[in-house]
């Protein structure tokens, strides 16, 4: 088996912080192969982010500690000095953020920010950077490129202002591409269009996406891999279908019962998660999310309570949860048939 | 649309007819500003129980002199008529039975001294200018500067440090201050020249060392300010999501720091910076009376203790102009540095 693109392996991300130690990520392990995509999703809190910014290494470094390996293209980056981390980020990797109002400066245009990239990892001129600005704007569908090229972000609508964002970050075609929640701040219309730029980007360019979200339909349409996490940790790990069609573990199918289906029947109606996501400072005993399981007492033993169950992943597929095999049958095939007519 | 301007790489132009018709607008609301303070000025200074001309008539004072020095003032008339005498003045000059012809723009005679108020506030101004303007360069120089390094060793010792101090420099008085470093540094120690003032088109250098002084004691308190003021908005700016996508597109934590972060917080120190200008430009009055400094604050003092109106409606009205012109100047500048304002 050849070494993945990226590989992740037991990633702990702690924060210390006046009240004690925030286990935001807690041995997060996975890995993505070039111009795949992995989709991540998670309550609010869950470490998706978290570990997105520890990838890139933007982290506080004043409290916060890093732990695991995280390989890209076989090299070390939780040990990787400021310096060459400076030159892999916007380089090799980079990252669309959320809101790209906020994400992008206001002082500057969009020409500048962009250009700005290109000239720091590849020492072109103003004039050049400039031309690659207008090139990368025609390519993520902004129109007249070279009269907008020196808009400040405020005079960009939100779908362009990240169309912007995306060509910032793919002005010097990086490998890895993070987009933490790219869409979420958009309408529908727009959310569409800047998936499907993602994905003929990613055809043409052979990049590796992590898409986090907590948007399934979303994961439904870009990801090829999806992992799911909850308070820190990976709880269900697959592919797109597998995850979304035939869930292994009952966060996920809690997900999944919250959100309509289209092509399922109207009548079953949504039941959404009981509770509130678990405190990261002290989190619950055993599989963090027991408190709000719906099969915690099924297990024999109360062992959801004191034992962390195991991920155990065979082809890319599995799940971390005490349910025997037989009582998974039981539960998740009943789900998959209510879904799927 | 209108037609688009052609910008250099990365700079907006502002257009031109905007910020003309930015200037026009507002320089007439500063015309209404004061206009309205010199009548409130006027209103204030009659409300006050002292009569003027009571004064200047003397110890001996019949009806009929205090009659004719009301007359001589200028004060014997109602109120509206004596400020629309004054209101002309400014504009066509004014004539006086005891001085002559007062050219425009006529802020009238002082009661005191009986000389031209224009030409003794022309006398004053330069010494609080240059009191105005080399405290600026002081405190802009150590208050940005010491609070960008607090802001850059955010939390470490150094941070401490200078937060404390500037806590502590904060609480001081200039008149205690002032009178302690002249003892120390020209009294005791001979390192700089007692305050006096040199105009600079004399000798630019005993100018400077004649008001080192009265500059350090003068930004001591607004360096303060401008350190305390600089490390919270930097920190803030600091934490937006705009300097994390700086970083995240491999832009060094130097690069961000002074291109993105500086940038964001330069905003509230300019307002700040042009307001307090304004004020300085109006007479430092403290500082000048601690220094014996003869500029337009203790021109100010004397005036309302000498039942002056003349004189403080002049003062009065050259430091609401240098405020209200530091107002638009700020204003202006704001647009410059943030795209986001428009001078609509």
């Given at each position: 088996m050849s070494t993945p693109f990226l590989s992740v392996r037991d990633l702990r991300v702690h924060f210390s912080t006046e009240d004690g130690v925030v286990k935001a990520v807690d041995g997060l392990s996975f890995d993505l192969e070039k111009g795949?995509?992995?989709?991540?999703?998670?309550?609010?809190?869950?470490?998706?982010?978290?570990?997105?910014?520890?990838?890139?290494?933007?982290?506080?470094?004043?409290?916060?500690?890093?732990?695991?390996?995280?390989?890209?293209?076989?090299?070390?980056?939780?040990?990787?000095?400021?310096?060459?981390?400076?030159?892999?980020?916007?380089?090799?990797?980079?990252?669309?953020?959320?809101?790209?109002?906020?994400?992008?400066?206001?002082?500057?245009?969009?020409?500048?920010?962009?250009?700005?990239?290109?000239?720091?990892?590849?020492?072109?001129?103003?004039?050049?950077?400039?031309?690659?600005?207008?090139?990368?704007?025609?390519?993520?569908?902004?129109?007249?490129?070279?009269?907008?090229?020196?808009?400040?972000?405020?005079?960009?609508?939100?779908?362009?202002?990240?169309?912007?964002?995306?060509?910032?970050?793919?002005?010097?075609?990086?490998?890895?591409?993070?987009?933490?929640?790219?869409?979420?701040?958009?309408?529908?219309?727009?959310?569409?269009?800047?998936?499907?730029?993602?994905?003929?980007?990613?055809?043409?360019?052979?990049?590796?996406?992590?898409?986090?979200?907590?948007?399934?339909?979303?994961?439904?349409?870009?990801?090829?891999?999806?992992?799911?996490?909850?308070?820190?940790?990976?709880?269900?790990?697959?592919?797109?279908?597998?995850?979304?069609?035939?869930?292994?573990?009952?966060?996920?199918?809690?997900?999944?019962?919250?959100?309509?289906?289209?092509?399922?029947?109207?009548?079953?109606?949504?039941?959404?998660?009981?509770?509130?996501?678990?405190?990261l400072l002290n989190p619950p005993s055993g599989c963090r999310f027991h408190p709000r399981c719906a099969f915690a007492e099924k297990v024999a033993g109360g062992l959801c309570s004191t034992e962390r169950p195991t991920l155990e992943i065979v082809d890319g597929r599995g799940s971390a949860c005490h349910l025997t095999p037989e009582q998974k049958r039981e539960i998740f095939d009943g789900f998959t048939a209510a879904r799927t007519h | 649309m209108p037609p688009r301007l052609l910008t250099p790489y990365g700079i907006r132009q502002e257009n031109p007819t905007a910020m003309f018709r930015f200037l026009v607008r507002r320089t007439l609301g500063a015309a209404v500003i004061m206009l309205i303070i010199s009548a409130l000025v006027f209103v204030l200074f009659y409300a006050a129980p002292r009569d003027p001309a009571r004064i200047a008539c003397g110890k001996v004072c019949t009806p009929e002199t205090l009659a004719l020095v009301r007359k001589n003032l200028g004060i014997a008339d109602p109120l509206p008529v004596q400020y629309w005498e004054w209101l002309k003045g400014l504009f066509v000059g004014r004539e006086y039975t005891s001085f002559g012809h007062c050219p425009a723009p006529c802020l009238g005679y002082s009661f005191q001294n009986r000389e031209p108020v224009l030409s003794t506030i022309l006398d004053r101004f330069p010494t609080t200018i240059s009191l105005a303007i080399g405290s600026s360069v002081v405190f802009l120089i150590f208050g940005i500067g010491t609070g960008m390094l607090a802001a850059v060793k955010q939390g470490k010792t150094l941070d401490k440090v200078a937060s404390s101090a500037s806590l502590i420099a904060s609480s001081m008085q200039i008149y205690v201050v002032g009178i302690f470093a002249t003892y120390l540094l020209v009294d005791q120690l001979h390192l700089l020249d007692r305050a006096n003032y040199t105009p600079f088109t004399e000798d630019p250098a005993k100018w400077a060392a004649g008001l080192l002084v009265p500059w350090l004691v003068l930004s001591l308190i607004f360096t303060a300010n401008y350190t305390r003021m600089t490390r919270s908005q930097m920190v803030e700016t600091l934490s937006e999501d705009y300097v994390r996508t700086a970083r995240a597109k491999g832009l060094s934590r130097r690069t961000v720091f002074f291109r993105f972060a500086w940038r964001g917080a330069m905003g509230p120190i300019v307002t700040i910076f042009g307001l307090d200008l304004g004020t300085l430009l109006g007479g430092a009055i403290i500082t000048e009376s601690t220094f014996s400094l003869q500029g337009l604050g203790l021109l100010s003092v004397k005036a309302v203790s000498t039942n002056d109106l003349p004189m403080l409606l002049g003062v009065v009205l050259v430091a609401a102009a240098a405020i209200v012109v530091f107002n638009i100047i700020v204003d202006s500048v704001y647009a410059l540095i943030d795209p986001r304002v428009r001078l609509a």
């Open positions: 795949k995509t992995l989709g991540i999703v998670g309550e609010s809190g869950s470490g998706k982010s978290v570990t997105n910014m520890a990838i890139l290494g933007l982290h506080d470094r004043r409290n916060t500690a890093l732990d695991g390996e995280i390989l890209l293209d076989g090299k070390e980056l939780i040990t990787a000095t400021e310096r060459e981390l400076e030159e892999l980020r916007g380089n090799t990797m980079s990252m669309i953020f959320q809101d790209a109002l906020a994400s992008l400066s206001p002082y500057h245009t969009i020409g500048a920010q962009i250009g700005e990239t290109y000239r720091k990892h590849t020492g072109a001129s103003k004039k050049e950077a400039r031309e690659r600005a207008v090139e990368m704007l025609r390519r993520v569908g902004i129109p007249q490129p070279d009269i907008r090229v020196d808009d400040y972000p405020h005079q960009f609508s939100g779908g362009m202002r990240q169309r912007a964002m995306i060509a910032m970050a793919l002005v010097c075609d990086p490998e890895l591409l993070i987009a933490d929640e790219p869409t979420t701040a958009l309408d529908v219309t727009v959310q569409a269009q800047i998936m499907d730029l993602l994905k003929d980007l990613q055809q043409e360019f052979g990049t590796a996406i992590i898409f986090i979200t907590h948007d399934l339909g979303v994961i439904a349409d870009i990801a090829d891999d999806v992992l799911v996490m909850y308070g820190g940790r990976c709880v269900e790990r697959g592919t797109k279908k597998e995850v979304l069609r035939t869930p292994q573990h009952p966060y996920t199918l809690g997900l999944l019962s919250s959100m309509p289906s289209l092509d399922g029947p109207v009548d079953v109606p949504l039941s959404p998660i009981p509770g509130s996501p678990p405190s | -």
